[in-house]
């Protein structure tokens, strides 16, 4: 039982390029909404968040964008770098603070 | 550096053995994570412990898995007669609060022969 779908799988963009990768919940009693970034070998690192009374939220080239109608929410990537190919995740946070993680998007930024 | 530690980074062993993975968290986090993350996968929660509540071991997959967490210190992940199925990354991650940011440490990498 899949609580947190992402998607695309993969992504290619061509450097200065938007990236932008999508997640879909199904429990509204989730209270937040993280976003991590994760390069090979290492852990994943909060890159930004987002709580589900916002509808957007934007720091440097990184933008949440949160639809809690639809139980939607994305990541937007702006002027996309050869250093941001790595994988993301979507996350939900139950309220014991437990994170349900989407399957993960490999993007790769090409020069 | 005052992340959050795991050890070891790798560790291979052969099937039915036990092994003991460990996680240092960030000093003075009272909520600690685990999470197994397969090939190519998302992270899957495993089991967590808040100060001295009972943890939530409702993602551990079998009763092979078992923690420990000594006071709001440090986290032993134990896997006994390891299968080739648990073949994956172990990661940890530490938060001040419940309802605070999590901080991932770079994983144990556990293969099964």
């Known amino acids: 039982q899949q609580q947190v779908k992402q998607s695309p799988q993969s992504l290619i963009v061509q450097k200065g390029g938007i990236s932008i990768i999508n997640c879909a919940y199904e429990?509204?009693?989730?209270?937040?909404f993280p976003w991590y970034q994760q390069f090979p070998g290492k852990g994943p690192a909060l890159l930004i968040a987002?709580?589900?009374?916002?509808s957007e939220k934007k720091e440097g080239r990184f933008t949440i964008s949160f639809n809690k109608s639809a139980k939607q929410f994305s990541l937007h990537i702006m002027d996309s770098q050869p250093g941001d190919s790595a994988t993301y995740f979507c996350?939900?946070?139950?309220?014991?603070?437990?994170?349900?993680f989407g399957q993960g998007t490999t993007l790769q930024v090409k020069p | 550096g005052a992340g959050v530690s795991q050890s070891p980074s790798n560790k291979v062993t052969e099937k039915g053995k036990d092994v003991e993975l460990r996680c240092d968290p960030i000093?003075?986090?009272?909520?600690l994570y685990w999470y197994r993350q397969r090939l190519g996968q998302g992270l899957e929660f495993l089991i967590y412990?808040?100060?001295?509540?009972?943890?939530?071991k409702s993602g551990l997959p079998s009763d092979r898995f078992s923690a420990e967490r000594t006071g709001e210190s440090v986290s032993t992940l134990t896997i006994q007669r390891t299968q080739q199925e648990d073949s994956a990354v172990y990661l940890c991650?530490?938060?001040?609060?419940?309802?605070?940011?999590?901080?991932f440490g770079d994983g144990t990498r556990l293969s099964i022969l």
């Open positions: 991650a530490s938060g001040n609060r419940v309802n605070q940011p999590q901080h």
């Open positions: 429990n509204t009693a989730f209270d937040y």
């Open positions: 987002i709580r589900p009374d916002v």
């Open positions: 996350a939900a946070r139950e309220n014991t603070g437990k994170l349900i």
């Open positions: 000093s003075g986090h009272t909520a």
């Open positions: 412990f808040q100060g001295n509540s009972a943890p939530d």
